[in-house]
T-cell receptor, first 116, second 111 residues
Framework: GAVVSQHPSRVICKSGTSVKIECRSL??????MFWYRQFPKQSLMLMAT?????????EQGVEKDKFLINHASLTLSTLTVTSAHPEDSSFYIC????????????FGNGTRLTVT | GQQVMQIPQYQHVQEGEDFTTYCNSS?????IQWYKQRPGGHPVFLIQ?????EVKKQKRLTFQFGEAKKNSSLHITATQTTDVGTYFC???????????FGKGTKLTVNP
């Protein structure tokens, strides 16, 4: 089955530093990847749609300069949280489809970010 | 944008009892997907419903899609401790490739 690998699984960083999260589709090509954020005991909030070779599309209220997304290849998308603050602490999950737009999403294992 | 309303938010049952979670939309959905997220894990796809009135079963899990394609349900018969987790319904936001998730129903099972 389609596998999405996300790294790192956990990261603790100091306030003001930047953190890069990688998302790879291991056995399929993903022209589009999705980045979600999940707060404790809450649902998945779509942050942005990452498109290979073009700029990401951000959801309303998500700062594009703070959450930098790069989709350099058909198998890799990265999310960089710049100048992280404690309120950025959250669970970030990437996902991708291996088929058409109505096919299921395959999720990475997620990254637990803690900003101290 | 399109919203998918899901209830209840929490459900606690005794092992062996049944469980149901419901999703509703104000607009007609092209399809609906269900995911399960175990504590500390990531969402895992369970099933997709496409046809009006569709019913699908996976062992003790029964998924239904309403006749008007505006609501769906997931029913678990005789819950087990392995069923614990949060169950999400999700649907495509109209005219786009973005998947919008319901708030989820967190199921806990008392052994």
């Amino acid at each position: 089955g389609a596998v999405v690998s996300q790294h790192p699984s956990r990261v603790i960083c100091k306030s003001g530093t930047s953190v890069k999260i990688e998302c790879r589709s291991l056995d399929f090509q993903a022209t589009t990847m999705f980045w979600y954020r999940q707060f404790p005991k809450q649902s998945l909030m779509l942050m942005a749609t990452s498109n290979e070779g073009s700029k990401a599309t951000y959801e309303q209220g998500v700062e594009k300069d703070k959450f930098l997304i790069n989709h350099a290849s058909l198998t890799l998308s990265t999310l960089t949280v710049t100048s992280a603050h404690p309120e950025d602490s959250s669970f970030y999950i990437c996902s991708a489809r291996s088929g058409q737009i109505d096919s299921p999403l395959h999720f990475g294992n997620g990254t637990r970010l803690t900003v101290t | 944008g399109q919203q998918v309303m899901q209830i209840p938010q929490y459900q606690h049952v005794q092992e062996g009892e049944d469980f149901t979670t419901y999703c509703n939309s104000s607009t007609t959905l092209s399809n609906i997907q269900w995911y399960k997220q175990r504590p500390g894990g990531h969402p895992v796809f369970l099933i997709q419903l496409v046809k009006s009135g569709e019913v699908k079963k996976q062992k003790r899990l029964t998924f239904q899609f309403g006749e008007a394609k505006k609501n769906s349900s997931l029913h678990i018969t005789a819950t087990q401790t392995t069923d614990v987790g949060t169950y999400f319904c999700a649907a495509l936001q109209g005219g786009s490739e973005k998947l919008v998730f319901g708030k989820g129903t967190k199921l806990t099972v008392n052994p």
